[in-house]
């Protein structure tokens, strides 16, 4: 079993993901050239850094231990839930899914996890616009990273990083052929996105809308339960 440190530094100090170092010296270095224009401008530079220090955060997780569960790929509020055709990218057009998107704002954790434990067997990246995510359109006009999966359970999943308004970079680790445990990291996105996960018409998702989510813990279904969907919004 995973241990997990409670200590304060994981509230303080957290981990970040790779990809924010770079970014946290640029914030911290502007915000060092801005100290010497004028004070007042330096203190809020730092402040910029430290939220970009915090927006690249990559704190543990504990995934439960059930067997074909599907759970949250990233942090954020469950925007849309809807029925619709596969992604044709994939090669999933002529196929019914129930689609369950998560928003993610800048403050939330960007460090996203697989959805199921699984095969990968299709990647595909598309160039796209940047328009806001929360809109429905996003997931065919905006940039997006799409990954489908074989489930163990012997079920076809996908999973689609989309990029939002702000966000200008999808990191993605995962390719065909590689194999994930359920809650195992596969990429980010930089400032603000989206994630879809695609399930199959049988599996009802066991999330509402504005339900809170954390990625790699949260469940969304289970593949093989047969649970009743459920319905209407948190409350």
């Known amino acids: 079993m995973k241990t997990i440190d409670i200590s ?13 170092w770079k970014f946290v010296g640029i914030f911290a270095a502007v915000s060092a050239f801005l100290a010497i224009l004028w004070a007042p401008l330096g203190w809020l530079g730092l402040a910029l850094t430290v939220w970009c220090y915090y927006f690249f955060r990559d704190p543990e997780r504990v995934t439960p231990e059930i067997k074909d569960v599907v759970v949250s790929p990233a942090d954020g509020i469950v925007q849309m839930i809807t029925d619709v055709e596969g992604p044709e990218e994939l090669g999933l057009s002529g196929q019914k899914f129930t689609r369950v998107s ?47 999966m074989k489930t163990t359970s012997g079920k076809d999943i996908a999973f689609v990083q989309i990029a939002g308004l702000v966000a200008r970079r999808i990191v993605c680790d995962a390719a065909a052929g590689q194999e994930y445990k359920a809650g195992e990291r596969f990429g980010m996105i930089r400032f603000g996105s989206r994630l879809d996960v695609y399930l ?9 809308l504005g339900q809170t989510m954390v990625a790699g813990e949260t469940v969304i279904a289970n593949l093989t339960s047969g649970a009743a969907a459920v319905k209407g919004a948190c409350r």
């Open 8 to 20: 304060w530094r994981r509230y303080i100090l957290p981990n970040i993901h790779n990809e924010g």
């Open 102 to 148: 998560v928003f993610m704002s800048v403050f939330n954790v960007h460090v996203n996890r697989a959805p199921a434990e699984g095969k990968i067997t299709k990647s595909v990246y598309v160039p796209g616009k940047f328009i806001n995510a929360t809109l429905d359109k996003a997931s065919k006009d905006n940039e997006r990273q799409l990954l489908s």
């Open 200 to 208: 199959p018409q049988d599996v009802k998702p066991q999330v509402c």
